[in-house]
């Protein structure tokens, strides 16, 4: 999907094997955030896709008239069997609005 300019990017990029969130708030997070902010200052009709409620926090670095924010609940077992993920339609809405914006759809 790189080829597509689709941008994967979790919050935190590492973690002990087996220790959810062990790599939290060493600096990872400023990076990340300096990543989205970019993206976000530099580009225009951008999908930001923010699964989970430590990603929905970074709606706080991208204008909402610049973008499409999405958010839902992550897609982890946990969340989705709970109906926070399944049926939430962001690769579609993702689609719908790009044409919109005069964009190539995404082939997910």
Known sequence: ???QGVLLLNAVLTVRAGQAGSHQ???WER???AIIKKIADEREGVVFM???GYAKKKA???DKKKHLILESGHPSPLSANRGY???NRHFSKCNQY???QMKEP???
Request: glycine share 12%; no cysteine.
């Open 1 to 3: 999907m790189a080829d």
């Open 25 to 27: 708030k060493i600096g």
């Open 31 to 33: 990076f990340t955030d």
């Open 50 to 52: 923010l699964w989970g």
């Open 60 to 62: 706080k670095w991208i």
């Open 85 to 87: 993920w399944f049926g």
């Open 98 to 100: 790009l044409r919109e």
């Open 106 to 108: 995404i082939d997910f």
